[in-house]
């Protein structure tokens, strides 16, 4: 069963930091590009991060540069988002996707998402 499962989310202070986990189940992770994306309420979703499978190619959206560090365990089949200094317009939720065959990974063409774990960053 292909599955992905989200965890880590929680609230925090500003200025905290949280570690969020994506277990995959059914997938050889290392043959997947590994993207992040996040919906905060009443927005659209849109993508936070984004690690080929090969680790040559990265990238982070502005608003998260120098905050967020996305990485992949592929012998745990399982990928991370470390996020420090959060902000209260970092609240959202936060979805973990797969893509294969890119190195890239705009939001529509991701082949496989999990259910989402929500952030929360308020005092």
């Known amino acids: 069963q292909l599955q992905l499962v989200e965890s880590g989310g929680g609230l925090v202070q500003p200025g905290g930091s949280l570690r969020l986990s994506c277990t995959t189940s059914?997938?050889?992770?290392?043959?997947?590009?590994i993207g992040w994306f996040r919906q905060a309420p009443g927005k659209e979703r849109e993508g936070v991060s984004c690690l080929s499978r090969s680790g040559g190619d990265i990238s982070y959206a502005d608003f998260v540069k120098g905050r967020f560090t996305i990485s992949r365990d592929n012998a745990k089949n399982t990928m991370y988002l470390q996020m420090n200094n959060l902000e209260p317009e970092d609240t959202a939720v936060y979805y973990c996707?797969?893509?294969?065959?890119?190195?890239?990974?705009?939001?529509?063409?991701?082949?496989?998402w999990g259910n989402g774990t929500l952030v929360t960053v308020s005092s």
């Open positions: 059914g997938f050889s992770l290392e043959t997947y590009t």
């Open positions: 996707a797969l893509v294969r065959y890119t190195t890239w990974c705009p939001e529509y063409i991701m082949d496989y």
